[in-house]
């Protein structure tokens, strides 16, 4: 019976297939959770003969006996139980002796870290963070470019759940995931007796395993592990029973790493070996789209991005272990960090934060100054760099897809062009079709430097190839569903894209960039470009009559930055000019932003939040105290505050509520008043605020005399405002008029944020847009 095996009994089959359902359970999630393929599974439910050791596994994970399902006698069954028993013991005992021999190779091999610019090893468990899972691989999914854009979170599971989950699993990530380092991981706790203790952890590198293979072609798997067990004393029969009795934990490290000449060689190996030795745990690690070859039996899964949890992991464990701060020290730099990240101009920087390897390089920029004062453009060329061969280069590794051919087409050139003419498009997800076509449109332009015509005719149509190296080899185009493609981070595409305009730049190429000065999206663009342009004057001055141009044919707005001269110029201080008509500018959005509420209109912010006071501090940095400038500002407020009072009393109904408004008002009030030194002006002002009724008591009979008195009551407070202080008038403006003084305000701190990032301009340029700037065009041009 032991040769032909065991067969389920007609009742044994009932009971198996009542425990298949009980544990939610079909037969081929069955042969995955067994690590076997689905024939042998089929078989024991039909009541033909399956090997004893499928048999006995099956029954085990059903939760059964193996005896009873046979219906074998109970002579029979405890002769055979008192021998498993026995057996099973033996093997435990070789497992341990076996464990305890390898200990410090898995240790050697695993224990430690070389990351990049560091010239020490790190110990791999003081930096691990937990990585996660998708439950399904992002390639693989049939979404349309609408599905993508919707934000589309896909579920996540803890990445030492699956790997316990799976008998044969395949790790696939993006460059730079942490593949190998979770590999690593899992083996260091297995080695500790922290992850499946009863096996043996198994580590091997396909690279090194590959190159030994080219000296030695009849070297296998098994006598590669055997080799390496007698270098830890194993002998040859008890690494034999160990594999034979399922007791490995094997993982095969960097597939995407073995030389194309040897990868068929290789995959037949690991095949080979896992059908032979298939009572194993086996986890490979491989980049995603690299391997077209799918090992029967094996799972495959993808490594997720990192989450902001997980960089706060990381990043605090950074800044003690490889920084060599203490604890406390690294900890409290790590906060900082995060805390800079998380700011809203760090947006960028944080969607390459998701990629573990990136966010090593952020940490090393940061770790310099302590602050993200440093050049963002070299980070993202540094980025660049890894992902375009550094990385590889670092560790030895060689692509023989990436040819030289490739190299001198420049696929950084490559990589801008179809930047450039996918953001002006607005895409930020493409369809394959369409980036070949962009690959193909490129390479045409260089068949001149190749010797061999045929060999470029054929590059030239062979796309898709291309396609691949960038996407698998370098990792920067990325299949986020079935066919669609897009760049692994959209601050490398605008970071590209601004490169795009460096390479070619010219007056027409800046001339087609300025016209996007007053889109959102394009900020980051013309940073970058200027940022990197050798001498940007002659772009900042473009930008700068483009920006002028915006208002210069609307009379109201030329009015109001007449008005907006005058006043700034009637403020004693040391300050530019600029920075106080920036300031004036924000006063006025504060007042349009709350009329426009309180005339029951859309709430809208003029100039982005109008309390940062964002372009005056892009000239100068935050204005120190001035006492005519802070007259101003309160008075400004106060009045914000009646306005925003005017509609609580109209549209809010809750009493409560609007003693808040009231109680701000006067509180407002007050603060502005202790600043008021002209006496004259001084009492007017105390006179009106003894007008206002007490809201305390009656919030209700406060309400009614508002919307009674409160306009007529607002309309005196402008009149002293104008009258002494010439501020707070009613320019009533149109919703277009303040859209276009919004887009004007907002090139304008663009235009400084340039000129502050510019590599090199003459102290005459800088005073010439600083000194012109939220100037009436009739002044400019005089």
Same mark, same amino acid.
């Given at each position: 019976?032991?040769?032909?095996?065991?067969?389920?009994?007609?009742?044994?089959?009932?009971?198996?297939?009542?425990? @298949?359902?009980?544990?939610?359970?079909?037969?081929?999630?069955?042969?995955?959770?067994?690590?076997?393929?689905?024939?042998?599974?089929?078989?024991?439910?039909?009541?033909?003969?399956?090997?004893?050791?499928?048999?006995?596994?099956?029954?085990?994970?059903?939760?059964?006996?193996?005896?009873?399902?046979?219906?074998?006698?109970?002579?029979?069954?405890?002769?055979?139980?008192?021998?498993?028993?026995?057996?099973?013991?033996?093997?435990?005992?070789?497992?341990?002796?076996?464990?305890?021999?390898?200990?410090?190779? +898995?240790?050697?091999?695993?224990?430690?870290?070389?990351?990049?610019?560091?010239?020490?090893?790190?110990?791999?468990?003081?930096?691990?963070?937990?990585?996660?899972?998708?439950?399904?691989?992002?390639?693989?999914?049939?979404? $349309?470019?609408?599905?993508?854009?919707?934000?589309?979170?896909?579920?996540?599971?803890?990445?030492?759940?699956?790997?316990?989950?799976?008998?044969?699993?395949?790790?696939?990530?993006?460059?730079?995931?942490?593949?190998?380092?979770?590999?690593?991981?899992?083996?260091?706790?297995?080695?500790?007796?922290?992850?499946?203790?009863?096996?043996?952890?198994?580590?091997?590198?396909?690279?090194?395993?590959?190159?030994?293979?080219?000296?030695?072609?009849?070297?296998?798997?098994?006598?590669?592990?055997?080799?390496?067990?007698? %270098?830890?004393?194993? /002998?040859?029969?008890?690494?034999?029973?160990?594999?034979?009795?399922?007791?490995?934990?094997?993982?095969?490290?960097?597939?995407?790493?073995?030389?194309?000449?040897?990868?068929?060689?290789?995959?037949?190996?690991?095949?080979?070996?896992?059908?032979?030795?298939?009572?194993?745990?086996?986890?490979?690690?491989?980049?995603?789209?690299?391997?077209?070859?799918?090992?029967?039996?094996?799972? /495959?899964?993808?490594?997720?991005? &990192?989450?902001?949890?997980?960089?706060?992991?990381?990043?605090?464990?950074?800044?003690?272990?490889?920084?060599?701060?203490?604890?406390?020290?690294?900890?409290?730099?790590?906060?900082?960090?995060?805390?800079?990240?998380?700011?809203?101009?760090?947006?960028?920087?944080?969607?390459?934060?998701?990629?573990?390897?990136?966010?090593?390089?952020?940490? #090393?920029?940061?770790?310099?100054?302590?602050?993200?004062?440093?050049?963002?453009?070299?980070?993202? $060329?540094?980025?660049?760099?890894?992902?375009?061969?550094?990385?590889?280069?670092?560790?030895?590794?060689?692509?023989? !897809?990436?040819?030289?051919?490739?190299?001198?087409?420049?696929?950084? *050139?490559?990589?801008?062009?179809?930047?450039?003419?996918?953001?002006?498009?607005?895409?930020?997800?493409?369809?394959?079709?369409?980036?070949?076509?962009?690959?193909?449109?490129?390479?045409?332009? &260089?068949?001149?430097?190749?010797?061999?015509? /045929?060999?470029?005719?054929?590059?030239?149509?062979?796309?898709?190839?291309?396609?691949?190296?960038?996407?698998?080899?370098?990792?920067?185009?990325?299949?986020?569903?079935?066919?669609?493609? !897009?760049?692994?981070?959209?601050?490398?595409?605008?970071?590209?894209?601004?490169?795009?305009?460096?390479?070619?730049?010219?007056?027409?190429?800046?001339?087609? #960039?300025?016209?996007?000065?007053?889109?959102?999206?394009?900020?980051?663009?013309?940073?970058?470009?200027?940022?990197?342009?050798?001498?940007?004057?002659?772009?900042?001055? @473009?930008?700068?009559?483009?920006?002028?141009?915006?208002?210069?044919?609307? =009379? *109201? +707005? =030329?009015?109001?930055? #007449?008005?907006?001269?005058?006043?700034?110029?009637?403020?004693?201080?040391?300050?530019?000019?600029?920075?106080?008509?920036?300031?004036?500018?924000?006063?006025?959005?504060?007042?349009?932003?709350?009329?426009?509420?309180?005339?029951?209109?859309?709430?809208?912010?003029?100039?982005?939040?109008?309390?940062?006071?964002?372009?005056?501090?892009?000239?100068?940095?935050?204005?120190?105290?001035?006492?005519?400038?802070?007259?101003?500002?309160?008075?400004?407020?106060?009045?914000?505050?009646?306005?925003?009072?005017? &509609?609580?009393?109209?549209?809010?109904?809750?009493?409560?509520?609007?003693?808040?408004?009231?109680?701000?008002?006067?509180?407002?009030?007050?603060?502005? #008043?202790?600043?008021?030194?002209?006496?004259? &002006? *001084?009492?007017?002002?105390?006179?009106?605020?003894?007008?206002?009724?007490?809201?305390?008591?009656?919030?209700?009979?406060?309400? *009614?005399?508002?919307?009674?008195?409160?306009?007529?009551?607002?309309?005196?407070?402008?009149?002293?405002?104008?009258?002494?202080?010439?501020?707070?008038?009613?320019?009533?403006?149109?919703?277009?008029?303040?859209?276009?003084?919004?887009?004007?305000? %907002?090139?304008?701190?663009?235009?400084?944020?340039?000129?502050?990032? %510019?590599?090199?301009?003459?102290?005459?340029?800088?005073?010439?847009?600083?000194?012109?700037?939220?100037?009436?065009?009739?002044?400019?041009?005089?």
């Amino acid at each position: 019976m032991t040769s032909q095996g065991l067969r389920a009994s007609s009742e044994g089959i009932r009971a198996a297939k009542t425990a @298949l359902t009980d544990k939610t359970l079909s037969q081929h999630k069955l042969a995955i959770a067994l690590g076997i393929t689905r024939q042998p599974v089929s078989k024991f439910f039909a009541g033909e003969p399956v090997s004893r050791s499928c048999f006995v596994q099956i029954c085990q994970h059903l939760g059964l006996s193996w005896q009873k399902i046979a219906a074998l006698p109970e002579d029979i069954t405890s002769d055979a139980s008192a021998k498993s028993q026995t057996n099973n013991r033996d093997l435990n005992i070789l497992v341990q002796e076996i464990r305890q021999k390898r200990q410090d190779k +898995i240790q050697d091999q695993c224990g430690t870290l070389q990351m990049m610019d560091i010239a020490q090893t790190i110990p791999l468990r003081d930096i691990y963070t937990p990585i996660y899972i998708l439950e399904t691989i992002t390639s693989q999914r049939w979404l $349309e470019i609408d599905d993508l854009l919707q934000e589309f979170n896909q579920k996540k599971l803890l990445g030492l759940e699956v790997a316990s989950l799976y008998s044969k699993l395949m790790i696939l990530g993006k460059p730079g995931t942490g593949k190998t380092i979770f590999l690593k991981y899992l083996a260091l706790e297995c080695n500790q007796g922290q992850f499946q203790p009863s096996y043996v952890a198994i580590f091997i590198n396909l690279k090194d395993f590959a190159e030994d293979l080219k000296d030695n072609s009849d070297l296998s798997l098994l006598k590669y592990i055997s080799q390496e067990f007698v %270098s830890c004393g194993i /002998e040859a029969e008890s690494t034999q029973n160990v594999l034979t009795e399922g007791k490995g934990l094997i993982f095969l490290d960097g597939l995407d790493e073995v030389p194309t000449i040897d990868i068929n060689q290789v995959n037949q190996e690991i095949r080979r070996f896992s059908q032979t030795y298939y009572k194993n745990r086996f986890v490979i690690s491989c980049r995603i789209g690299a391997q077209k070859y799918k090992f029967p039996g094996f799972t /495959e899964v993808e490594i997720a991005d &990192f989450d902001m949890q997980q960089a706060d992991i990381f990043v605090k464990q950074w800044f003690v272990v490889v920084a060599k701060e203490s604890k406390e020290d690294g900890e409290s730099i790590g906060n900082l960090f995060l805390h800079q990240l998380n700011l809203p101009e760090n947006k960028q920087l944080r969607e390459l934060a998701i990629a573990p390897i990136l966010l090593h390089l952020i940490c #090393l920029f940061f770790h310099t100054k302590s602050e993200f004062t440093f050049n963002v453009a070299k980070l993202y $060329e540094q980025a660049l760099n890894i992902l375009l061969g550094r990385w590889d280069d670092v560790r030895g590794i060689y692509r023989q !897809s990436i040819t030289e051919n490739f190299k001198l087409f420049n696929p950084k *050139k490559l990589l801008a062009q179809i930047a450039a003419i996918t953001f002006e498009q607005e895409d930020y997800f493409f369809e394959q079709e369409h980036i070949q076509s962009l690959i193909y449109q490129y390479l045409s332009q &260089f068949n001149y430097y190749a010797t061999d015509l /045929e060999l470029v005719n054929q590059q030239l149509h062979d796309s898709e190839k291309w396609l691949k190296i960038i996407e698998v080899e370098y990792g920067l185009l990325v299949q986020r569903s079935h066919g669609i493609y !897009s760049f692994s981070h959209l601050a490398l595409q605008e970071y590209l894209t601004a490169k795009n305009f460096v390479i070619n730049y010219h007056e027409q190429s800046v001339n087609q #960039l300025i016209t996007h000065i007053t889109e959102k999206r394009w900020q980051n663009i013309f940073l970058l470009t200027v940022s990197m342009l050798p001498n940007a004057e002659i772009m900042l001055q @473009l930008m700068k009559q483009k920006i002028d141009n915006l208002v210069a044919n609307d =009379q *109201k +707005i =030329q009015d109001f930055f #007449l008005w907006l001269n005058q006043k700034s110029n009637s403020v004693a201080t040391q300050y530019k000019a600029g920075a106080i008509r920036a300031f004036y500018l924000v006063c006025v959005g504060r007042v349009l932003e709350v009329c426009s509420q309180a005339s029951n209109c859309p709430q809208q912010q003029v100039f982005g939040n109008s309390s940062s006071y964002g372009l005056e501090r892009a000239i100068l940095g935050n204005l120190a105290f001035n006492p005519e400038l802070a007259i101003d500002e309160f008075l400004t407020s106060t009045f914000a505050c009646a306005a925003e009072l005017e &509609f609580a009393c109209h549209y809010i109904l809750n009493d409560a509520i609007v003693f808040d408004y009231a109680h701000a008002l006067n509180i407002a009030f007050d603060k502005a #008043l202790n600043l008021v030194i002209e006496s004259q &002006f *001084k009492q007017f002002l105390h006179n009106l605020k003894k007008q206002l009724p007490n809201a305390q008591n009656h919030p209700h009979k406060f309400r *009614k005399w508002w919307i009674e008195h409160g306009k007529f009551w607002s309309g005196k407070f402008r009149e002293l405002l104008i009258q002494y202080r010439n501020i707070c008038h009613d320019w009533q403006f149109s919703k277009q008029q303040i859209e276009l003084i919004q887009q004007y305000y %907002s090139a304008n701190k663009l235009l400084i944020n340039c000129l502050n990032v %510019s590599r090199k301009i003459t102290p005459a340029i800088r005073e010439e847009i600083e000194g012109t700037l939220l100037l009436v065009i009739s002044e400019i041009k005089s």
